[in-house]
């Protein structure tokens, strides 16, 4: 029964947003001269090519959405997946499945192009043998964010650039910013306290883990082994935090909770009332706001910047 | 005296287990350090061993003496050497009442007592299945285990999916399932601390009747024992040191089953010997276990059930070829 509990938090974690895990990326995409035909590698390295300008769009992946829509592709995406809420326009589209992908219902809707992010369970394969022609896209870092924005770009047809351009400037805006701060906290961000023996955290790799260097904050795990890797309260009150992070979902504690944990009184953000909550959406998933989410994480760890 | 320098030695290694339960950690604290700790040095140190370890173990032990307790107690009354709060189904109904008093927000205090309650119906359903069975009693008793036990995963699963609509606290639920012996409150601690010693004095009073019981009920009547008081005693002292053992820690397998098994081959199946001798050998072996499973994927973590399982499993399989009973 509990390794069921287990693997059901496991997905619901690393469900849509992180599932791909590490994998190497691979250097710029390559394009040709007019927009179509247009020859693409994606992030699983395969050579993806595009005939004409695609009209019926599914996007299986909620930040590809939130990408497809800030380049003005939003009307032509007909098909997304359960998990794909922004805009709230995307939500209004044909939903096909969330950790299970639908196939029939991808097929029904008629795409000419589906975006997916990594899937490890042959879901990428399927799509293709239903004759589909499939882009994987699947940004993990802030760095990805910019080039997922010039490949979709180029994929459906818009000014992928100028995108990725507009988002570097405000996540250059708060290095800018931090970059000559006096103190760089210490920040613990909480990502699922299910098992109380063994929290997961971010670690170096993770989305997260960059917005916290580039908050102005340090990573109490930045020297973890993994992306996602899992701490024992010992070890959480030892590296003693002066800033703690939870995500404003239901399934994450609540700074209550985190405060009246047995021991952790003894921790500077507990003592200090420094225990703080942050929007799900903006952190959960490299995407256009990638520059508003910097901006937030900031906030919370150097509020003095912005007054 | 035999039986008092075994009680000594167990004991003994119950302070010894618990030792190195509290000195290895995910932490490493050196033991001068541990000793400071102990005894109220105010820094980090301090507060992992004393709000994190000390607890940790100590609720280990209370687990683990209460289980191999009513462990003994069930053989006893079931004479049947294949009976345990985990395989008659007993701590699947602790489970139940836990989980459902936990989804409805219940405190650390009602947690325990609502999982006494489960164990009670569950163990007095396995009772009376047990007397309907005659000759095939053993595999009654385990079949209404199974019963029990998927059942109660069943209705876990639906309170976990169900708790959105239903307005449940998943998390606390979720915390709980998980949990285990990892992360226990003083204030749950002492809860269970009392109905523990409840559990036990009161096993520890029935024990010479269970000792009449062993030559069957009638042979017991003669003796002077009323069965039916006997039969409810039993199962109220079983039900109250399963029910705060699953408080505490959940489900975890087998230490009712093996330690007392293996305790009457040193000290004998009387009972006055082996409920006091199941309560501090279960309570070693689980810190033992406890430990184990922190230490064998370090830096990751094993649920304690894990190891008990790996341990108690093939010994239950061995004991189920072994009894005639059951191979018929």
């Keep these: ?307 | 005296m035999r039986t008092l320098s075994i009680l000594a030695f167990l004991a003994a290694a119950l302070i010894v287990s618990a030792a190195a339960g509290i000195l290895v950690g995910a932490v490493a604290i050196g033991p001068s350090d541990v000793l400071a700790a102990l005894f109220g040095s105010n820094d980090v140190n301090g507060t992992i061993i004393r709000e994190l370890r000390l607890p940790r173990v100590l609720g280990a032990a209370l687990v683990g003496g209460s289980l191999a307790t009513a462990g003994a107690l069930l053989q006893g009354l079931l004479r049947n050497p294949l009976a345990d709060p985990f395989v008659t189904g007993t701590s699947a109904g602790a489970t139940l009442a836990a989980v459902g008093a936990i989804a409805l927000g219940a405190s650390a205090p009602i947690v325990p007592l609502a999982a006494f309650a489960g164990a009670l119906v569950a163990v007095t359903i396995v009772w009376r299945l047990a007397r309907l069975g005659g000759s095939t009693t053993v595999l009654t008793v385990l079949l209404a285990g199974v019963v029990l036990t998927s059942f109660v995963g069943a209705v876990v699963t639906f309170i976990l999916v169900s708790s959105d609509r239903l307005a449940l606290r998943l998390r606390a639920v979720l915390g709980w399932l998980q949990g285990g012996v990892s992360v226990i409150s003083w204030e749950e601690l002492a809860v269970a601390a009392v109905i523990v010693a409840a559990g036990l004095a009161f096993a520890l009073f029935l024990a010479h009747r269970l000792d009449a019981y062993a030559f069957g009920e009638e042979t017991a009547a003669t003796l002077g024992v009323d069965p039916d008081r006997t039969t409810t005693a039993v199962l109220a002292a079983t039900a109250l040191l399963s029910g705060a053992a699953v408080a505490l820690a959940g489900l975890v397998g087998f230490v009712g089953l093996v330690v007392p098994h293996a305790l009457r081959f040193a000290i004998g199946a009387t009972h006055r010997r082996l409920i006091p001798a199941s309560f501090f050998a279960g309570a070693a072996a689980l810190v033992l276990a406890d430990l184990g499973a922190r230490v064998l994927l370090s830096p990751a973590e094993l649920p304690v059930g894990a190891i008990t399982g790996l341990v108690g499993a093939p010994f239950f399989l061995a004991l189920l070829v072994r009894s005639r009973r059951v191979v018929v």
């Design chain 1, 1 to 307: 029964m509990r390794s069921r509990v287990f693997a059901f938090i496991v997905v619901l974690l690393l469900s849509i947003s992180a599932c791909g895990g590490a994998v190497s990326v691979s250097p710029s995409p390559s394009i040709t001269a007019s927009p179509f035909p247009a020859t693409l590698s994606d992030f699983q390295n395969r050579s993806v090519t595009i005939t004409s300008r695609p009209e019926r769009l599914v996007s299986i992946g909620p930040s590809i959405t939130a990408f497809l829509f800030a380049l003005g592709a939003g009307p032509r995406v007909v098909g997304v997946d359960d998990f794909s809420d922004e805009p709230a326009e995307a939500a209004t589209r044909d939903h096909v499945g969330g950790i299970k992908v639908n196939f029939e219902k991808v097929v029904a809707l008629k795409p000419d192009l589906v975006f997916s992010v990594k899937f490890s369970d042959g879901t990428i394969e399927k799509l293709q043998a239903a004759s589909l022609n499939v882009l994987v896209v699947d940004p993990q870092s802030v760095s990805d964010v910019a080039r997922t924005a010039t490949l979709l770009g180029r994929a459906v047809g818009a000014d992928g650039e100028g995108l990725a351009r507009s988002i570097q400037q405000r996540v250059d805006a708060v290095k800018t910013k931090t970059a000559n701060v006096a103190t760089r906290p210490r920040v613990y961000h909480e990502i699922d306290a299910s098992d109380p023996a063994k929290i997961f955290t971010v670690g170096p790799g993770s989305y997260i883990n960059d917005l916290i260097d580039i908050a102005g904050g340090v990573n109490i795990a930045a020297r973890a082994a993994s992306a996602y890797p899992q701490l024992s309260a010992e070890e959480i009150l030892r590296s003693d935090p002066e800033i703690i992070v939870l995500s404003a979902d239901a399934y994450s504690s609540k700074p209550g909770d985190v405060a009246a944990r047995q021991g952790w009184s003894i921790i500077g953000a507990v003592k200090n009332n420094r225990i703080f909550t942050i929007d799900p959406n903006l952190i959960n998933r490299p995407g256009p706001r990638v520059g508003e989410a910097a901006e937030a994480y900031a906030k919370l760890v150097h509020p003095e910047l912005f007054r």
